[in-house]
């Protein structure tokens, strides 16, 4: 992370305790649920990296500076670091991005331009995981936001060891690159 967006600086964070969103416990609400079944929006994999990392960092307040988008730019090309982009009438609305390693998924931001689509882009991008292998899908921190959808804390020492855990496996990230497959709705 950095302090902000004009901070050349980088630094680890290592909290103490761990926001995860559990793969089998996202929170799909009614209204979320009703939102995915009216349907009018495009939800894609990795066909506009960029412009999702350009729409996390556009905030009055952001830890992504020049360095960091380089670095996931990076990754991106290399095949570690994903986005799953939410459109709606030809637009790019919403989305989120992360780094892969083993069978572990690091969310590092998301976004939203209008009701609700970082929301979709990460029920979809949770179902994908689960398909694709996952184990863990790491938040870095607990909020608000996150909670609502069924993220929750976890000691540090609980955390590495699932983090080791995920490391040993071989989780691809496959994402459709259009029409990713909608997630289940029912309990």
């Known amino acids: 992370m950095s302090e902000g967006q004009d901070d050349p600086e980088v630094f680890w964070v290592d909290p103490r305790f761990r926001g995860v969103i559990p793969l089998g416990g996202f929170h799909i609400s009614r209204s979320l649920a009703r939102r995915i079944r009216r349907g009018g929006y495009e939800v894609t994999a990795n066909r506009d990296f960029g412009g999702v990392l350009a729409g996390c960092a556009d905030r009055p307040s952001t830890w992504i500076n020049a360095e960091i988008a380089g670095a996931y730019g990076a990754l991106h090309e ?4 994903s986005s799953v982009e939410v459109w709606q009438d030809g637009a790019l ?5 992360g780094v892969t390693l ?5 969310g590092e931001s998301m976004f939203s331009r209008r009701a609700d689509a970082s929301k ?3 029920a979809h991008l949770v179902h994908r995981l689960r ?4 184990t863990l899908f790491d938040t870095q921190f607990l909020t608000p936001h996150l909670a609502s959808l069924g993220a929750v804390e ?3 020492m609980v955390y590495r060891r699932r983090l080791a855990n995920a490391l040993r ?17 029912t309990r």
């Not at 609305?93 to 991005?97: D, E, K, N, P, S």
């Open 78 to 81: 290399a095949g570690h670091c």
């Open 93 to 97: 609305v919403g989305g989120t991005y």
């Open 102 to 106: 083993g069978g572990a998924w690091f």
């Open 120 to 122: 979709l882009a990460l």
């Open 131 to 134: 398909l694709d292998g996952f």
């Open 154 to 156: 976890i000691p540090r």
């Open 169 to 185: 496996l071989d989780a691809r990230f496959r994402g459709p690159a259009k029409g990713m497959p909608p997630p289940p709705l």
